[in-house]
């Protein structure tokens, strides 16, 4: 993970072709598979318009019954390689910030860079390090290794 004060860049390799990882990030019904902050949390609800302009809206739900909903705007879609969109918690401090997915072809399979910006402290960065991490192992995990 690189950081500076307020952005983040987080690199995972999975073994599968990128257009698979990347409709794994586009699929509602996938991405209510995977998307959670730890590998005991849920995804209750994962709302997609994919094109640019379009909205999306995830939520994820701790064992708890905690439920943390974030939403934005698709501002550039180019599958397979490149997702970026605006990111702003519901319940959150009303930061908007900016979240760049890149799927970039390794041999057999695919690398995922995401570099999130414009956080609006050094504790949410480390938050959404966290986040991220988890929701990467997610994927590999539920969706790609299954």
């Known amino acids: 993970m690189t950081e500076t004060a307020t952005a ?3 690199e ?4 599968a072709a990128p257009e698979r990882v990347f409709d794994a990030w586009t699929n509602p019904e996938v991405l209510r598979r995977w998307w959670a902050a730890g590998p005991d949390w849920e995804c209750p609800e994962a709302d997609v318009d994919l094109r640019v302009g379009g909205r999306y809206r995830l939520a994820m739900r701790t ?14 879609i ?9 990111w702003a918690w519901e319940d959150g401090d ?3 910030s900016q979240v ?4 970039r072809a390794d041999g057999d399979g695919t690398t995922v860079v995401i570099t999130h910006a414009g956080l609006s402290s ?9 986040g991220w991490a988890a ?7 539920r969706v790609l290794e299954a």
């Open 12 to 15: 995972r390799g999975y073994a």
């Open 135 to 141: 929701c990467l192992d997610n994927l590999g995990r």
């Open 78 to 86: 180019e599958r397979p390689g490149r997702l970026v969109y605006t």
């Open 100 to 103: 760049t997915v890149e799927f």
């Open 122 to 130: 050094e504790e949410s960065r480390d938050q959404h390090a966290h």
């Open 63 to 76: 064992p708890a019954g905690e439920t943390h909903v974030v939403g934005g705007e698709y501002t550039e």
């Open 94 to 96: 009303g930061t908007e």
């Open 8 to 10: 983040l860049r987080l």
